[in-house]
């Protein structure tokens, strides 16, 4: 098993960056693929980008792509998330998930394929 703990979370202005940390507990945490959730008020919790135990392959909504950045650091147990160029409509809930299954590159986006969890962090952008 494995515990996440994600941090980084905050106010930021337009523009802005910020860089999220997804912490893990467990001597294995290289073998799983990760993800990076949100979910905003009123809406569905969604993909925001994957990479798998490697980091060989990452995966980003479109809404992000060329704007946010997933890395790990398999000795530290940590997955990052650079967010730049925010906009206001990524004011969410971020969440990390992690799993150590096999799985589609069309299903690293679906929340059901990761049995881990983190507690979530804020992340709000004015405007």
């Known amino acids: 098993q494995v515990q996440l703990v994600a941090s980084g979370g905050g106010l930021v202005q337009a523009g802005g960056s910020r860089r999220l940390s997804c912490a893990a507990s467990?001597?294995?945490?290289?073998?799983?693929?990760v993800g990076w959730f949100r979910q905003a008020p009123g809406k569905e919790r969604e993909l925001v980008a994957a990479?798998?135990?490697?980091?060989?392959?990452?995966f980003y909504a479109d809404s992000v792509k060329g704007r946010f950045t997933i890395s790990r650091d398999n000795a530290k147990n940590t997955v990052y998330l650079q967010m730049n160029s925010l906009k206001p409509e990524d004011t969410a809930v971020y969440y990390c998930?992690?799993?150590?299954?096999?799985?589609?590159?069309?299903?690293?986006?679906?929340?059901?394929?990761?049995?881990?969890w983190g507690q979530g962090t804020q992340v709000t952008v004015s405007s």
């Open positions: 998930a992690a799993d150590r299954t096999l799985t589609t590159a069309q299903r690293m986006g679906v929340p059901n394929e990761y049995s881990y």
């Open positions: 467990g001597r294995t945490f290289s073998s799983y693929r």
């Open positions: 990479i798998t135990w490697t980091g060989a392959s990452t």
